[in-house]
T-cell receptor, first 119, second 111 residues
């Protein structure tokens, strides 16, 4: 199993350009997440998808859109990149949500990250 | 958004020393997770805790789920150079979809 994979690993954009960050998992997880990590800020949730066909906003959704393409793939799109979106982006996944699920289903597994610079 | 208070922010220790870090919250959590992040990599899960009072070990790492369910600590015994990295705690309230992350403890080990 590859686990959670992300592409690209690095990207440089100019202000106003658009791009899509790709994420895929092969663990048959139901839920997928996008985070950004900035120095001193820890991990902040941008968007998540509790299950295929659903998406919800996290803590910092402005300037981003997401698509849950199928159970395996969850993409993050920047329509018009801004310097404030310079960050490291992580995708994560976990098994299942909902009351009654075993506690071990709370474990999230992360991809290697995409380092994005917006000039 | 809510974040967990994690301390210390950074530690600079000698190889062979024991390390202790902790995480506190104003909210009750049903699950505590501890992750380690190496430079240029994504966070990797080290230990997961599911019950108040639970003490779990993974090699030289030991973590405990606080009795009040509002805190957790992680101990690393006999540190080695490869322990260098950022350690994050994360909590889950159960029944929801999101983890809350701490701001991280950066560990540096002096040879």
């Amino acid at each position: 199993n590859a686990g959670v994979t992300q592409t690209p690993k690095f990207q440089v954009l100019k202000t106003g350009q658009s791009m899509t960050l790709q994420c895929a998992q092969d663990m048959n997880h139901n839920s997928m997440y996008w985070y950004r990590q900035d120095p001193g800020m820890g991990l902040r949730l941008i968007y998540y998808s509790a299950s295929e066909g659903t998406t919800d906003k996290g803590e910092v959704p402005n300037g981003y859109n997401v698509s849950r393409l199928n159970k395996r793939e969850f993409s993050l799109r920047l329509e018009s990149a801004a310097p404030s979106q310079t960050s490291v982006y992580f995708c994560a996944s976990r098994y299942i949500v909902g009351a009654g699920a075993p506690s071990s289903y709370n474990e999230q597994f992360f991809g290697p990250g995409t380092r994005l610079t917006v000039l | 958004g809510q974040q967990l208070n994690q301390s210390p922010q950074s530690m600079f220790i000698q190889e062979g020393e024991d390390v202790s870090m902790n995480c506190t919250s104003s909210s009750i959590f049903n699950t505590w997770l501890w992750y380690k992040q190496d430079p240029g990599e994504g966070p990797v899960l080290l230990i997961a805790l599911y019950k108040a009072g639970e003490l779990t070990s993974n090699g030289r790492l030991t973590a405990q789920f606080g009795i009040t369910r509002k805190d957790s600590f992680l101990n690393i015994s006999a540190s080695i150079p490869s322990d260098v990295g950022i350690y994050f705690c994360a909590g889950h309230t159960g029944g929801g979809n999101k983890l809350t992350f701490g701001t991280g403890t950066q560990l540096k080990v002096e040879l």
